[in-house]
């Protein structure tokens, strides 16, 4: 069973800081990640960017 878990941060840096801390669990097998990704959306811009940071493309391989 998968879970999916999304968490907010007021800024893209808190983010990617957190994202450090999560790769280090999942490096030392506490937890297990299928997919990642960031989501940012700038003041003003009308649409989010989103970095996946697992590449799908080699897991289907």
């Not at 840096?13 to 280090?24: C, F, G, R, W």
């Not at 649409?47 to 590449?55: R, V």
């Amino acid at each position: 069973m998968a879970t999916l878990t999304v968490l907010k941060f007021d800024t893209a840096d808190s983010a990617k800081n957190e994202l450090k801390v999560i790769e280090d669990l999942s490096k030392q097998q506490m937890i297990k990640l299928q997919d990642t990704a960031i989501v940012t959306w700038v003041k003003g811009k009308k649409k989010p960017k989103t970095a996946h940071l697992t590449h799908l493309t080699r897991i289907g391989a």
